[in-house]
């Protein structure tokens, strides 16, 4: 039929849920340089050997892996009270905030590390790729950046930058976070899925960092 025009999908789909809640709550009086100091928990995630995997497929069998693990990744990044910052090409930054941050975040990175490698046994058509996942909990600039043009909530700070560096350290489905995390874990948490890792020296940093890992 001719003259039939489709509703759009709500401009939430689209938008990070913490952007549509400041949205919400300023309206048009949004200021051009909102910039917050918060508490929270940064999570990184990246498939691994990606670049490779791009060479080697067309777009459309890129797309069907890519969509299928940034799919699944949201859903559970929701599933624990975080919420997708931006997507990353291959990837994803997420923000947990609240008191139970941490903790969220890190269970989080344990259903991660279970269910991402279930894809492949539940679609034929899909290429596996393992991803790797890394976290810091800390202060951050929660701020506004762009123009009138073009503008999207960040997060700034050490905490980003070393939970990226974490997570670009970890091998296929494993989680990385600091001792900082840990620290704020529940004891049973720790107990049945975090172990020490070993030091590591993170690209910018001056000291070892003590690092841990998921056990799923």
């Keep these: 039929m001719t003259g039939i025009r489709h509703r759009p999908p709500p401009i939430s789909s689209f938008l990070p849920a913490e952007t549509v809640d400041m949205m919400m709550h300023y309206g048009g009086d949004l200021p051009r340089d909102f910039a917050v100091e918060e508490q929270m928990t940064v999570l990184f995630t990246d498939l691994r050997k990606f670049t490779q995997f791009s060479e ?13 693990s940034i799919s699944l990744q949201t859903r559970i990044v929701a599933r624990h009270h975080g919420s997708v910052n931006k997507f990353l090409g291959d990837g994803i930054l997420a923000i947990f905030a609240g008191e139970e941050r941490t903790a969220n975040a890190c269970r989080c990175m344990v ?12 679609d034929a058509d899909y290429q596996s790729c393992g991803v790797g996942f890394g976290m810091q909990d800390g202060k951050v600039l929660y701020c506004l950046l762009g123009d009138e043009h073009r503008r999207e909530f ?15 350290s970890a091998n296929a489905f494993e989680g990385l976070m600091t001792e900082e995390c840990v620290r704020r874990l529940p004891e049973a948490l720790v107990a049945d899925h975090v172990a020490f890792y070993r030091e590591m020296r993170l690209r910018g940093k001056r000291r070892p960092v003590r690092v841990y890992r998921i056990r799923p």
Excluded: F, S, W
């Excluded at 080697?56 to 299928?68: G, K, M, S």
């Design 56 to 68: 080697e497929h067309d777009p459309h069998r890129i797309y069907e892996t890519l969509n299928a």
């Design 111 to 122: 259903d991660m590390a279970r269910e991402l490698p279930q894809i492949k046994r539940e």
């Design 154 to 168: 960040t997060v700034i700070g050490d905490v980003p930058n070393t939970a990226a560096r974490l997570c670009g």
